[in-house]
Every structure is written in C-alpha cells, then in structure tokens.
C-alpha cells in the first residue's frame, strides 16, 4: 500500500511535471511567432521577407525586373518566397521535434507543414530505336 507521504510525493512530482510542459509549450509558441525568413535570388533581383507563418511581409524587386517576362519574374517571386519559408518553417519545426523527443508534447502542431519532400522522379520516354518508323506504334512498355 502506498503512504501518504508517497501520494503527497507522487502528486507534487506530477504537478510539476505538468507545470514544466506548459512552461515548454508557451516559451516554443513565443519563441515560434517571432521567427522570419528572408530570401533573394542569386541575381539580386528579387528579395522577400516571410512571417513565421510563411506570409509575405516583404517584397523588393531591384530595378532590372522590367527585363524579365512576367511569367520567369511570377516564377522568380515564387521561389524566392518559398526559399524565405523554409527558414521560419524548419526552425519551428525543430523546437516542436525537441520538444517531442523531450516527452513534453504528444504530436506536433497540427498546421505546421511538413518539410518539402523531393520531386517525383520524372520518366522520361524512352529514346526510339533504330527500326521505328515515324508513325505511332503501340507498345506494351512503360514511358
């Protein structure tokens, strides 16, 4: 049978257990808020500025732009802007990650993204062989 003491001990450690992870919790949101990114391409053309949560809070475009087609500077703006998320994004991610490896939280934030995975591999279509013709030719191989 379990003491009193025991159950006053048990209880004391549990609380603070308990106080500790809520401490944890509000120092990684406090400290997860603040975080940015910043980003430019490699010619300086284009530079932006995120929020924790990914949000353009910034956009510079040097003078050049003009040169550019609009669909290569949409493109551009793009990928700067995601180079500048990754920043934020990956450093929220290992503060919640440390704090699950810790046992202080079950799962991680339900609305944080998960790290960009790699492309697909393309498939490319074979190269055709000597004997083709020109004309379509039904196969039963992969492209």
């Known amino acids: 049978m379990t003491s009193p003491q025991d159950l006053v001990a048990q209880g004391a450690f549990l609380l603070e257990k308990a106080k500790r ?56 703006i793009t990928s700067v802007t995601q180079q500048a998320a990754a920043g934020p994004r990956a450093a929220v991610r290992r503060t919640y990650t440390q704090l699950h490896n810790e046992g202080l939280v079950k799962q991680m934030p339900p609305l944080l993204p998960e790290p960009p995975a790699p492309p697909p591999a393309r498939s490319r279509r074979p190269e055709p062989r000597e004997e083709e013709t020109d004309r379509p030719i039904m196969r039963d191989e992969a492209w």
């Open 21 to 76: 992870r809520r401490e944890a919790l509000h120092a990684a949101e406090r400290q997860s808020v603040t975080e940015t990114g910043e980003a430019s391409s490699p010619d300086g053309l284009v530079r932006a500025r995120v929020d924790a949560g990914g949000m353009l809070t910034s956009l510079f475009l040097a003078p050049g732009v003009h040169r550019l087609d609009p669909r290569e500077l949409a493109a551009l």
